[in-house]
Each structure stands twice: as structure tokens, then as C-alpha cells.
Nanobody
Framework: QVQLVESGGGLVQAGGSLRLSCLAS????????MGWYRQAPGKQRELVARITNSDSTHYADFVKGRFAISRDNAKNMVALQMNSLKPEDTAVYYC???????????????WGQGTQVTVSS
């Protein structure tokens, strides 16, 4: 059983910062990509940032220069440092990992339960 658990969400004023963390636990053989997505009310879930197991990163245009993704492979953790937050960043943020639970198993996508980020104006 694999679990992804996010932490670090909350309420912050515009211009402020938050740091999200996600810990993957359970029977994990290896993790490929990890990432963060978000979903605002009435909108589709969208990619925020992704990071490969070789630390190559990709960011959505709307967070470039403000957010930074990082990971600790030894701890199966991924973090998202969010700076210069805007009210439009308000959403539920979800952690995502593409991993295998055994050497011969296919890659499978796992999701966390989400953490709320609210940015007040």
C-alpha cells in the first residue's frame, strides 16, 4: 500500500510564502517523476510543477519565477516552495508520484489527498 501525504497548506496574505511537503510511504521500489497539481473551485486540475528523479524540473508558466520544486530521493519527499503568492493561487494542491512497487511492475500514478492553499487579497 502506497500513500502520499501532503502538509504545509494554509491561509496566507497576497505576497506571502508557503512551503508544501509531500511524503510518499509504503511498499515503494522506485519513484520516477514527482509533482504538484492544483484544482480551484469550478476548474480542472492543472499541473503546477514536476521534477524527475534526476532533478530536471518543469513549471507551469503561471508559477515560473515564484515557485520552486525540490525532492529528497532518500526520503521519498517532494516539496514546493511558493513565494509571491497571489489570490489566484488559491486552490487545493495535490502531490503526485509516478512509481513502481516492484522491479517488474509497471509505473503507476499515485495521488495525495490534497492540501488547501488560500491566498487573501
Amino acid at each position: 500500500q502506497v500513500q502520499l501525504v501532503e502538509s504545509g497548506g494554509g491561509l496566507v496574505q497576497a505576497g506571502g510564502s508557503l512551503r508544501l511537503s509531500c511524503l510518499a510511504s509504503g511498499s515503494i521500489f522506485s519513484i520516477n517523476d514527482m509533482g504538484w497539481y492544483r484544482q480551484a473551485p469550478g476548474k480542472q486540475r492543472e499541473l503546477v510543477a514536476r521534477i524527475t528523479n534526476s532533478d530536471s524540473t518543469h513549471y507551469a508558466d503561471f508559477v515560473k519565477g515564484r515557485f520552486a520544486i525540490s525532492r529528497d530521493n532518500a526520503k521519498n519527499m517532494v516539496a514546493l516552495q511558493m513565494n509571491s503568492l497571489k489570490p489566484e493561487d488559491t486552490a487545493v494542491y495535490y502531490c503526485n508520484a509516478v512509481l513502481t512497487i516492484a522491479d517488474t511492475d509497471p509505473l503507476t500514478v499515485y495521488w495525495g489527498q490534497g492540501t488547501q492553499v488560500t491566498v487573501s487579497s
